[in-house]
């Protein structure tokens, strides 16, 4: 384990912390947050190889789920005081391919003392330009970025802080030595035939990366870092990382014969499994994409976590702006939108605590479905609310992590019609609270369902156990029959779930 440790300001500051659960390693920060400035006060990192836990049938091994979780356990320590809320933890590939992720998850969470987001593999290569663009001098140009990582690899071009082509390649250092260099034994052939392998994953992406063109290539993350400390201590003036220079590291690997019998001067002992996986990527992204000189540098991804959460700390959520580019794009009537996201963020904070739903990202799901419960009438207003289910659960969203993405699909799923009980189930006779979000989304739903810019009454709501009262104006409910129809057909709508609601006056 690495740690470096400096001492924290004196003045009044917050403290945030970014783990990253890599294929590799595991990768710990902690800053201290001031103003808006941030300044690292502690890194952990540990080499844990969850890669190679995934067997046959791609289910993470019991050995090395243990070993990740000892890790954590340590880690745990250092997160446990910091509030929720400035801590980030992601999963990247791994935990995207494990088939029983759904148990290991609990148990990092219970060693953390934090939640564990896995993140789609577009969001962490938005995550790693966003780490990298804060890492490196900015001259306004336009920038190639590699990350290889131990289960993926990502390709990102862009301009300062925004990332415009982004990709995320099933292909690690760590799954490439698994499957090239098995046995630990290095050949001319099979050095070849990693090179192919991580070639023909680049092949759909080659000619769009070639055609939008860049200023600059830079490198992130542990093996290109260590191919550059390796091409440190080569040579004396390194000029960065070249074809060529790459062509010499792969003869000194393939010399070697083994991974066991590498000496290569900068190279640490338990990078050297993994590093002629790493190699035959980075040499295959040279020759597809053409680059002449890559310059590697520290920032990465648990970076890009730190400073995406800073701005989650100062109301600069990258998710807001995610939410409005689907409103835009998708041409929701946003008046509409806006009126029934008051309306349910105005009956959320009558039982928020009656139905605990006192956590933040209650409000922040709850608003976001109500914004967005309309996308799939883009598609085909038949079943509107099914399309947007289907869209929200399969798209690549900024800021979101899977679950995050995966609870939204289900809240715009169940806003209307027959209530998805099968999704949003009852436990020990106790609703859901993803079905009390639900809940109140469709009751702001149905309030609003003439689409008036009339402001509505005063609706006051109550809830006990599984019984909802709500109540309005009695002269309001004689003006709107209809709506007063709509809160009676929505009650039985909800007897599914199972909820009593009761419409009185008030």
């Known amino acids: 384990m690495e740690t470096a440790t400096s001492n924290p300001p004196t003045t009044s500051s917050v403290q945030l912390a970014a783990l990253d659960l890599g294929s590799n390693s595991f990768h710990l920060l902690v800053a201290q947050e001031n103003n808006g400035r941030i300044q690292v006060i502690d890194r952990i990192k540990e080499m844990v190889r969850l890669a190679e836990g995934l067997e046959a049938k791609n289910r993470l091994s019991d050995e090395v789920a243990d070993r990740a979780l000892e890790c954590l356990e340590r880690f745990g320590q250092r997160l446990r005081d910091l509030h929720p809320q400035n801590v980030r933890v992601v999963g990247t590939n791994t935990l995207r391919k494990a088939r029983n992720s759904k148990g290991f998850l609990a148990k990092a969470e219970k060693a953390l003392g934090h939640k564990v987001d896995v993140i789609s593999g577009r969001e962490e290569a938005r995550l790693i330009f966003l780490g990298v663009s804060h890492a490196v001098e900015d001259h306004f140009d336009r920038r190639l970025v590699v990350d290889i990582g131990g289960g993926s690899t990502e390709l990102i071009v862009g301009a300062r802080f925004e990332p415009q082509l982004m990709q995320s390649l099933y292909i690690g250092c760590v799954g490439l030595s698994r499957a090239c260099f098995e046995d630990g034994r290095i050949r001319t052939g099979n050095f070849k035939a990693a090179i192919n392998q991580a070639r023909q994953e680049l092949e759909p992406l080659q000619l769009s990366y070639q055609e939008s063109g860049w200023d600059t290539a830079i490198g992130a993350s542990g093996t290109i870092l260590a191919i550059q400390d390796v091409l440190a201590e080569m040579d004396d003036q390194p000029v960065g990382i070249t074809l060529a220079s790459l062509e010499e590291i792969k003869k000194q690997l393939i010399k070697a014969r083994h991974v066991d019998k590498l000496d290569l ?15 035959a990527i980075l040499c295959a992204i040279f020759e597809a994409l053409d680059i002449e000189t890559m310059h590697a540098t520290n920032g990465a991804l648990r970076e890009g976590l730190l400073h995406d959460l800073l701005g989650r700390v100062q109301d600069k959520d990258i998710r807001e702006n995610s939410v409005q580019d689907l409103m835009n794009r998708y041409r929701i009537d946003q008046s509409h939108a806006r009126r029934v996201r008051e309306t349910a963020l105005e009956l959320l904070a009558q039982v928020a605590v009656s139905w605990c739903l006192t ?36 798209m690549d969203l900024a800021g979101f992590s899977n679950l995050d993405q995966q609870q939204l699909a289900s809240l715009i799923r169940a806003h209307r019609r027959k209530f998805p009980t099968e999704e949003l189930s009852c436990v020990n006779g106790e609703i859901s609270p993803a079905a009390r979000l639900a809940t109140v989304l469709r009751l702001a739903v149905v309030l609003h369902r003439n689409r008036s810019s009339e402001h509505l009454p005063h609706v006051a709501i109550s809830v006990k156990n599984n019984k909802v009262k709500l109540a309005l104006p009695e002269a309001w409910l004689k003006k709107h029959p209809l709506t007063r129809l709509d809160l009676q057909q929505e009650a039985e709508y909800l007897a599914a779930v199972p909820l009593k609601v009761e419409i009185c006056k008030s």
Do not use: C, M, T
């Open 359 to 394: 956590q933040p990202n209650d409000k922040l799901l709850l608003g976001w479905a109500a914004q967005l419960h309309e996308i799939g009438i883009d598609i085909a207003h038949n079943q509107y609310h099914k399309h947007g289910d289907y869209l929200l659960r399969h």
């Open 265 to 279: 001067p900068g190279l640490s002992r338990e990078r050297a499994a993994v590093f002629p996986g790493g190699v």
